[in-house]
């Protein structure tokens, strides 16, 4: 750092003004974690320099065969950490750019423009990515959203009748705002009776399956896609991995396809991070983000809010602000006062709109990295609805702020 301070001073600090701002802060968005310095390291290291256009072995430059090293390696660790545990052969792609690249890889892969698809609707907590109207996915293809049902559970039913109906050639399951299991059994059983195939985005929930402590998609996944930056704690970036006789189709979706040289240096910061994910104390990890979860979903309860879909079975929970009469930009503008980071997020059949909203959107990955047991986890959202009750009252938000600093000092990130 003392060398970037002295020779850019100017972007120096605004990095070191995010640095204190991530020590500072309570991380509460739940696509967001703390990587480790060795995950920074590689990813700030000479690679950054190298141009490997092409896949291990197989490459339009020359000079590749330290890239070739890394690049397999984090391969290998991708299969040991979520192929081997479901007993399945698949490929690996770690070149994608981000979790969006490595689905518009796959959708480039297995649809021709026009073709049908179906993924979860944004407003029941499905991604862009997945359909939306403005994103590539929803431009190019013909999207058949599928969406929640009355107890706010992925309506499966309907997802079965729509398959039926319209014969998508794929199937999309996955979410960015979704708290509960996912039956991925039942995705595979109807995606393979109409003819299509299932592919799985698990960006959310990598980390936490990764730990065992989410159910793992690779037994009946024909394609897996996720991002390596959310709960899986690596660089931010994507991976897909697929059936041996898809590889070559998705290899080439992804380079010449859609992306030119790869990220060598991101590639060898996902090594390092699955790496990371492959020690045991990385299951504990994940069980501690689960435990977390809850605990924090079931304070909220207790005082008075509402979770999306009753309870959370993951990492992450839709709070619906609406018994607090606050709305989700408001929330999010009051929580970040006091020193707490998250997301507004539209709810199921959120009266407000878009920017607006009636929720808002809590993690615990990144608490849970900081070293958050149940106990850090539960004054947390006590302080939330102290706030959210207060919304007006400056001298709640200095003791809010006061009681956010005893917690991230006793609790530093980077600054041990
Ligand atoms: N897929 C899901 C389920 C996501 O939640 C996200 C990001 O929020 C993405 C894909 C896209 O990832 P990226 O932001 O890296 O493009």
């Not at 014969?167 to 960015?176: E, H, N, R, T, Y």
């Not at 492959?278 to 979770?307: F, S």
Request: aromatic content about 8%; hydrophobic content about 40%; glycine content about 8%.
């Amino acid at each position: 750092p003392t060398t970037l301070a002295v020779s850019d001073p100017e972007v120096w600090a605004a990095i070191d003004a995010e640095n204190k701002r991530q020590e500072d802060y309570i991380e509460l968005i739940a696509s967001e974690n703390y990587t480790s310095p060795a995950v920074m390291l590689a990813q700030g290291s000479q690679l950054t320099n190298k141009y490997a256009e092409g896949y291990p072995g197989k490459r339009y430059y020359g000079g590749c065969e330290n890239v070739d090293v890394v690049e397999r390696i984090a391969q290998e660790r991708a299969r040991k950490l979520f192929c081997e545990p479901a007993g399945v052969e698949m490929a690996v792609n770690v070149q994608p750019h981000s979790g969006a690249q490595a689905n518009m890889a796959v959708l480039f892969a297995t649809l021709e423009p026009g073709d049908c698809f179906m993924g979860m609707s944004l407003d029941a907590g499905g991604h862009l990515s997945h359909g939306m109207h403005l994103n590539f996915s929803g431009r190019y293809f013909h999207c058949v959203p599928y969406g929640l049902n009355e107890k706010e559970d992925i309506d499966y039913e309907q997802v079965e009748r729509l398959a039926q109906e319209n014969k998508p050639k794929l199937i999309i399951a996955g979410a960015s705002a979704f708290s509960l299991k996912i039956d991925f059994k039942r995705f595979a059983d109807i995606a393979h009776k109409v003819g299509a195939l299932l592919m799985v985005d698990m960006a959310h929930y990598a980390g936490i399956i990764a730990a065992g402590v989410y159910p793992s998609p690779f037994p009946y996944a024909d394609i897996v896609t996720t991002t390596t930056h959310k709960t899986l704690r690596g660089p931010r970036g994507g991976i897909i991995f697929c059936r041996p006789e898809l590889e070559k189709k998705i290899n080439s979706a992804v380079f010449p396809g859609i992306q030119g040289g790869p990220l060598m240096h991101v590639i060898a910061a996902k090594a390092v991070a699955l790496g990371e994910a492959l020690k045991p104390e990385y299951r504990l990890w994940g069980e501690q983000v689960v435990k977390n979860a809850a605990a924090m979903a079931d304070e909220l309860v207790k005082k008075g809010l509402r979770i999306v879909s009753g309870r959370t079975e993951s990492h992450v929970m839709l709070v619906d602000l609406r018994p607090k009469h606050i709305t989700g930009k408001a929330a999010q503008a009051l929580l970040e006062a006091g020193h707490m980071t998250a997301n507004k997020n539209a709810i199921p059949h959120d009266p407000e709109k878009p920017f607006v909203t009636s929720g808002i959107r809590l993690g615990t990955p990144a608490m849970t990295t900081r070293g958050f047991k149940e106990a850090e986890v539960r004054k947390v959202a006590d302080l939330i609805v102290t706030l959210l009750d207060h919304p007006e009252d400056a001298a709640v938000l200095e003791q809010v702020k006061a009681q956010v600093a005893e917690l991230t000092h006793a609790f530093p990130v980077y600054r041990k």
